[in-house]
């Protein structure tokens, strides 16, 4: 246990905080500054199977690294973005360029799933699917390889006017994911219908489950649903043992992406990371006392 307490020490300590001038307003030109001078970079939070010491994935996560503040948190531009016609060019930005990293890690042998964050204004954009057509082919990147998770408030509203586009990349073998799942008023009918492959749950709905009985009833079926669907459920915002107790004892073939596991980091550390995370996944999994495939 002695390593696996280093590696989170070590891992833990790499973005615990993003500095953030709280009180600062981007207007529309500095962020569009942002987009068109290369200052958004994108960092890569794993996403690992609770029972196998295999890392499933990668999410991007843009960061803009402000020539005077430092790492700006999404938070802060994603919505100035969205409110000035400028999320479609942020948006291929990171798609580019987490395409380019997901071909560097598979040249190096590291065959990993990359998580993109989309928005319902990307979707409409008639031209975005011929965008991820054209440039997963140009970068040699499989689409399947590429999941692009939609949030659950944004997908539910308005999916009726985006279907053509998700089923065309649905024909294309592109993969849907909705994002922040438990945070909207989505149907188990619903569910049913969505061409979607992925559900990710939201932090605050799995913490409501472990302290009501009630809602943990609603959290299990949402998985057996899942797994009779064929949906791969993701469970957000694992932060502690706690957490990843719960989790195993729901006894699903759940993915987890957490501050437990690790916190967001820059491309240059998730291969070492990985190779970290497998090599301690025995002392990880001694601590629920199950097996380790
Ligand atoms: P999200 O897609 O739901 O991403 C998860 C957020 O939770 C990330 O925050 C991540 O750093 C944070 N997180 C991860 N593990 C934990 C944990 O254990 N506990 C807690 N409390 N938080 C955790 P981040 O990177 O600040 O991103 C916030 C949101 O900004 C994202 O939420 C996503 O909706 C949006 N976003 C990030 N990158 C992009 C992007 O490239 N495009 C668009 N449209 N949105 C983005
Ligand atoms: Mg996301
Ligand atoms: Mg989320
Ligand atoms: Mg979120």
Redesign the pocket.
């Known amino acids: 246990l002695a390593d696996l307490s280093t590696l989170l020490k070590k891992y833990t300590s790499m973005?615990t905080k993003?500095p953030q001038s709280i009180s600062k307003i981007y207007d529309a030109d500095a962020v569009r500054d942002a987009i068109y001078k290369g200052q958004l970079v994108?960092?890569y939070?794993p996403k690992v199977a609770i029972n196998k010491s295999r890392t499933v994935g990668v999410?991007?996560?843009?960061?803009w690294q402000h020539p005077e503040d430092g790492l700006v948190?999404?938070?802060k531009f994603?919505p100035v973005a969205e409110a000035n016609d400028l999320?479609n060019a942020?948006?291929r930005v990171?798609i580019k360029s987490a395409l380019i990293q997901a071909k560097a890690w598979q040249e190096s042998g590291l065959v990993l799933c990359t998580s993109?964050?989309?928005?319902m204004n990307d979707l409409s954009n008639y031209a975005f699917a011929d965008f991820l057509i054209s440039e997963t082919a140009a970068v040699g990147i499989s689409p399947e390889s590429l999941v692009l998770?939609v949030?659950e408030s944004q997908m539910m509203q308005n999916l009726a006017a985006v279907l053509d586009t998700v089923v065309r990349l649905k024909m294309n073998r592109f993969r849907f994911s909705i994002?922040?799942f438990g945070t909207g008023y989505t149907s188990f009918v619903q569910l049913r219908d969505i061409p979607f492959d992925e559900l990710?749950i939201d932090?605050s709905s799995i913490h409501r489950a472990m302290y009501s009985p009630r809602l943990c009833a609603i959290f299990e079926s949402t998985l057996q649903l899942c797994n009779q669907l064929g949906l791969d459920v993701v469970a957000?915002?694992?932060?502690d043992i706690d957490d990843w107790n719960f989790l195993c004892a729901a006894n699903y073939a759940l993915s987890v992406?957490?501050?437990?596991i690790a916190?967001?980091m820059p491309a240059a550390d998730v291969f070492d990371w990985i190779q970290d995370w497998q090599a301690c996944a025995h002392d990880r999994y001694a601590i629920k006392g199950r097996q380790v495939t």
């Not at 999410?59 to 960061?63: G, I």
């Not at 993109?116 to 928005?119: E, G, K, P």
């Open positions: 973005e993003v994108n960092y939070q999410e991007a996560l843009v960061r948190s999404p938070d994603i999320i942020l948006t990171v993109v964050n989309i928005t998770e949030t994002d922040d990710k932090r957000e915002g694992v932060e992406q957490g501050y437990f916190h967001p």
